[in-house]
């Protein structure tokens, strides 16, 4: 500290060496002396400031070659408190943060769909875009990315991983440009109809997913609504060539009308269950004998408000996809998602709770994540000492990319 405090630049290059030492027991001491000693006392070390902070960012990016989900998670949140990337941050470095994500994306990688570490890392990284989108930088390389190589082997994904593909598409798709919303619409359109059959059947509709899918559909439609002519035969006129209306288009409009009427009335019957569910919790928690009871009785109202809202949903946009010429519910204020809404009782029902695959509250099989905020941090790439108190908020972790870093 005496050292840091005289020199810190030198003191923070000589220290970040150790980041890379292949002594894992130095390794990771360093680390947590640079979370737990170093971090907090940013604005005393880094001085001048802005030299000092651009110093500091070279040294964490290089640090990155071989980091866990958890590691890396610690090192973008200190980035992102630091004022060169705050709220008075430049473009460019808005944008440099989300090519920090992408390069431990390894979106320039061969993909592999066996290769669950690189699926774990993109799921990761995708969620710690999220908030860098918010602030202005383009998505344009991680949704090409999706639609050229996760999108066409959806099928081969875990259940989890196909959920967690689809919450982070649906919570990217409100920051598409018109170009990549033209171009990953087909995939979309074409996945949906998968979960959205055009007669009714005894199988279980995976709620969770058309939600996801019907939400990302109106985003990207809302920024190229022409598009949408051919794909599901409506007769948008915007006066481009592109609109195509002179073409017979009614045998596709047909089937998505179908499959839109199967899947409401669908959801309807499932919201009438759920909402008589939820009216005899009251009774059954009089009822219950002990905490352990009313825990799960707990969790299960939780499972059952959420398969509510999912529905709802659902309702809402699917309701206007049935005009000749809809409008699409476009930006990021006017559905909330299912997930993002979760009241103060289903994150205390969940504490401490692992979902399973086919645990969703609707009964049927969705992958089963839990709503954000409420990950169990064990799943996440922690190693070791550094795993307590980081890694929460992330979901997925990942090995090291050249030494193999365990979980």
């Not at 598409?176 to 033209?182: L, N, V, Y």
């Not at 969770?208 to 035969?233: D, I, R």
């Not at 809202?309 to 699917?318: D, V």
């Amino acid at each position: 500290m005496s050292l840091l405090r005289q020199d810190p630049k030198a003191s923070l290059t000589a220290l970040f060496e150790h980041v890379e030492s292949p002594d894992e027991n130095v390794r990771e001491k360093v680390l947590i002396f640079v979370r737990e000693k170093v971090f907090p006392m940013k604005t005393e070390l880094l001085k001048p400031q802005e030299e000092m902070e651009r110093h500091v960012t070279d040294l964490i990016k290089k640090s990155l070659q071989d980091v866990t989900g958890a590691e890396f998670k610690m090192f973008m949140d200190f980035l992102k408190g630091l004022s060169i990337f705050g709220e008075k941050a430049a473009p460019e470095r808005i944008q440099e943060l989300l090519e920090i994500v992408e390069g431990q994306a390894d979106l320039d990688a061969q993909f592999n769909v066996s290769d669950t570490d690189h699926i774990d890392r993109l799921m990761s990284c995708l969620y710690l875009a999220l908030p860098i989108y918010v602030r202005g930088a383009s998505n344009s390389k991680f949704l090409n990315y999706i639609n050229k190589h996760l999108l066409p082997v959806f099928d081969k994904l875990s259940d989890e991983k196909k959920l967690d593909l689809l919450k982070n598409l649906a919570e990217s798709s409100p920051y598409a440009s018109a170009q990549d919303a033209r171009s990953l619409l087909p995939s979309n359109l074409q996945l949906l109809k998968k979960y959205m059959p055009r007669r009714k059947t005894s199988e279980e509709i995976n709620y969770t997913f058309v939600e996801c899918l019907l939400y990302t559909f109106h985003q990207l439609a809302s920024k190229t609504p022409n598009t949408t002519n051919s794909l599901c035969g409506y007769k948008i006129v915007t006066g481009q060539p592109s609109d195509r209306l002179g073409e017979d288009f009614s045998d596709l409009h047909k089937d998505f009308m179908e499959r839109l009427t199967v899947v409401e009335e669908s959801a309807k019957v499932t919201k009438k269950k759920l909402t008589q569910a939820i009216g005899e919790f009251g009774k059954a928690m009089v009822a219950a004998k002990d905490d352990a009871a009313k825990s799960e009785l707990r969790l299960k109202q939780a499972k059952t408000t959420l398969g509510m809202r999912t529905c709802s949903n659902i309702l809402s946009l699917t309701q206007p996809l049935h005009e000749k010429s809809p409008t699409f519910l476009g930006g990021d204020k006017k559905i909330t998602l299912s997930w993002k809404e979760t009241p103060k009782t289903v994150a205390s029902a969940n504490a401490g709770v692992k979902r399973t695959a086919s645990d969703n509250g609707l009964g049927s099989t969705v992958g089963g994540k839990k709503g954000r905020g409420t990950e169990n941090p064990s799943s996440f790439g922690n190693r070791g000492g550094l795993s307590r108190g980081i890694g929460r908020g992330i979901r997925g972790g990942w090995r090291g990319r050249s030494r193999g870093r365990g979980y």
